[in-house]
């Protein structure tokens, strides 16, 4: 079988190739962005949702002249990423391509139906689960513990919100991500569970970071995590091997 490519491509080759998929990547993204931008009010609705669930009376302040302009650009640039996502995840694709033999490449349509289906699930678990429990502890303990009244900023309330849904839909793309590279032989299973114990250890440290200071939030951020890593790893001990077999024909 032939190899992935004829010829060893120059560097300035390959960084030209990135541009023009980072290129493409953008001009969807913007298109993606200004078709939200144009009914945003719907989409800051929908994202009050979670806070509304909790506390139906509660309502967002603007505290600058600049702030609903910005907010709104905030959901269209993550909903716009959204819509484009498949798209941005075929260039992706599109540029490791080259480096892939043949049967590798049939991985395109997996590839790009999984990234796009775990993202969404996971900004979805985010926002009809995670939300809610985190909004509702947090502003309930500044009530009872701190007999502090919630006034909640349009801004500070989206992009709580959007770091959040951009956490779980990038920690739901785990399994993805080390099953695809289990199936091109980047990863071994026996590696995997080799480092298995520094990984949960980094997987609370992660959402310990990346998440609001709740416990709450911090749990279901991590379990998923954990869980996701469980279950590459079974991935990977089915695909592995496929892998090395295709390679080891490829050099035959």
């Known amino acids: 079988m032939p190899e ?11 960084l030209a190739e990135l541009r023009n998929r980072l290129i493409k990547s953008l001009i969807a993204l913007f298109v993606g962005s200004v078709l939200v931008f144009i009914k945003v009010d719907i989409f800051f609705d929908i994202f ?6 909790v506390f139906p009376e509660l309502k967002l302040v603007a505290l600058t002249p600049t702030e609903s302009f910005f907010t709104a650009l905030k959901i269209s640039l993550l ?6 996502s498949p798209f941005i995840f075929f260039q992706v ?10 049967n590798e490449k049939k991985l395109l349509i997996p590839f790009v139906f999984f990234t796009t289906l775990f993202f969404i699930s996971g900004a979805a678990f985010a926002f009809f689960l995670v939300l ?6 947090l502003l309930t303990f500044g009530y009872t513990q701190l007999d502090v009244e919630a006034m909640l900023s349009v801004s500070s309330y989206i992009s709580f919100v959007i770091r959040l849904i951009l956490a779980f839909g990038i920690t739901f793309e785990l399994p ?3 099953s695809l590279l289990a199936r091109l032989g980047l990863v071994s ?9 520094y990984f949960i250890v980094g997987a609370f440290a992660f959402a310990a970071f990346i998440t609001p200071p709740d416990i709450i939030s911090q749990i279901l951020l991590a379990l998923p995590l954990v869980v996701f890593y469980e279950i590459s790893i079974f991935m990977a001990k089915m695909l592995y091997p496929k892998s090395e077999k295709a390679r080891r024909e490829n050099q035959i």
């Open 4 to 14: 992935p490519t004829e010829y060893e491509a120059p560097i300035t080759e390959h």
């Open 48 to 53: 009050q949702t979670p806070l509304h669930k």
């Open 79 to 84: 909903m716009g990423f959204v819509v484009s």
């Open 93 to 102: 694709w599109k540029f490791i391509e080259p480096a892939l033999y043949e």
């Open 132 to 137: 809610p429990l985190a909004i509702k502890f």
């Open 176 to 178: 993805v991500i080390l």
């Open 189 to 197: 299973p026996e590696g995997l569970i080799k480092i298995r114990p």
